[in-house]
């Protein structure tokens, strides 16, 4: 078994980083440590609407970056919130003057800061043609919104799934999807189904656990408790869903559509003591070792090929629907090393697996 191998810098395809006057200056080093880019999600407090919005946002983004020391290193890939009232020429305007990236379709009320969400799908298929004629990508939350409330959390992306992933991607069959931090078989068949501009993202939370961690923190003996920090949207799921999307992401032929997009999600502890609905994890300090963890557990990392698996899922995958055609050539070194995620992060934030210790540490130059 290797002690330790090399991939590319990898890439974040799904990250949430606040606002600069909340919770970003703390939670952005986390990424900028162990990834050269992120997919910027719009759902911050007053959401990225206008591509105006977005261009100030990356500055912001920029300017902090550049604070601490990573400069021309990171790259924030800006999306725009779709809401019913969205303007098709902003959208397109911010698209080709580099503004913006993608747009985020996140069903209204469905989940954190959604409530300017999309209520009905018609209302946005001008939006979409238009995405679809200039090659504009669209990045979906797939679960119902809440005018479905009586359906179970537990089906809510299934449902999406049947009633409305096939519905946009047959009504624009030429635009390109990508299904946002799956968490059901159904929605993984559903990818692998469609020709290749339908992708999809892979977060560790819900290939690391089952709902049951809402019930327990993951570490045997499993003394029955209520953990807040394992709350996130899409609610983790069953066992053969995990197993479904391990296989599928590891040995599937349709493997190369799917890529690591953490959904690193932070909300202050306390925020999420007080109210369980906080939905969100906050992965970014250890994610490349969480994923690292999953595939070694699944024996990918004893060859060649499986690291190649590997690095492809975390750094190559699906960065083509960004229009990002090259990478660094930084490599990270994953050592198989134990070391133990802190308890809490300033800022009051309490990483995924706080206090546990796991067996790999990522190395890379740029860390001192
Ligand atoms: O768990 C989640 N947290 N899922 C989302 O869709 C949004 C995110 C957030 O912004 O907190
Ligand atoms: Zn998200």
């Known amino acids: 078994m290797k002690k330790s191998f090399q991939i590319l810098l990898p890439f974040d395809r799904h990250g949430h980083l606040r606002e600069v006057n909340t919770l970003m200056p703390e939670v952005l080093i986390h990424s900028l440590k162990s990834f050269w880019g992120m997919v910027v999600m719009p759902n911050t407090a007053i959401p990225i609407t206008d591509y105006e919005s977005a261009v100030r946002y990356r500055e912001e983004i920029k300017t902090l970056s550049n604070k601490y020391g990573f400069g021309g290193n990171f790259l924030p890939v800006m999306t725009g919130y779709l809401t ?23 069903p209204h009320g469905a989940t954190t800061n959604s409530d300017k969400g999309v209520t009905k799908l018609e209302k946005i298929f001008p939006v979409l043609e238009m995405m679809q004629k200039i090659g504009m990508s669209v990045l979906v939350h797939p679960e119902t919104d809440v005018s479905r409330s009586d359906i179970p959390f537990m089906d809510r992306e299934r449902v999406y799934t049947e009633e409305s992933l096939f519905l946009i991607h047959e009504r624009f069959p030429e635009l390109t999807i990508s299904v946002e931090h799956i968490s059901t078989r159904e929605a993984m068949e559903f990818v692998e189904w469609c020709p290749d501009n339908v992708v999809g993202t892979i977060t560790p939370q819900h290939i690391m656990y089952t709902h049951d961690a809402l019930f327990h923190n993951g570490v045997p003996p499993f003394k029955p408790g209520l953990y807040p920090e394992n709350m996130c949207l899409p609610i983790l799921k069953t066992q053969d869903d995990v197993n479904y999307i391990r296989n599928a992401i590891m040995h599937g032929e349709r493997r190369y559509k799917f890529g690591a997009g953490t959904d690193t999600a932070p909300h202050t502890q306390t925020a999420k003591k007080e109210n369980c609905s906080r939905c969100g994890v906050f992965n970014a300090s250890h994610a490349v ?29 699906n960065l083509w629907i960004y ?45 001192k």
């Open 84 to 106: 019913d009232n969205t303007n098709p020429e902003n959208v397109k305007s911010g698209f080709l003057n580099g503004a913006w990236k993608a747009m985020k379709l996140y």
């Open 289 to 317: 070792e969480f994923y690292t963890m999953i595939f070694d557990q699944e024996g990918m990392l004893n060859d060649e090929k499986g690291i190649q698996t590997f690095q492809n899922f975390m750094s190559v995958n």
């Open 323 to 367: 229009g990002i055609k090259e990478f660094p050539t930084e490599m990270i070194t994953l050592v198989k090393e134990d070391q133990q995620i802190p308890e809490i992060y300033p800022g009051d934030i309490r990483p995924f697996k706080a206090g546990q210790t796991i067996p790999w540490t990522m190395k890379r130059e740029l860390i």
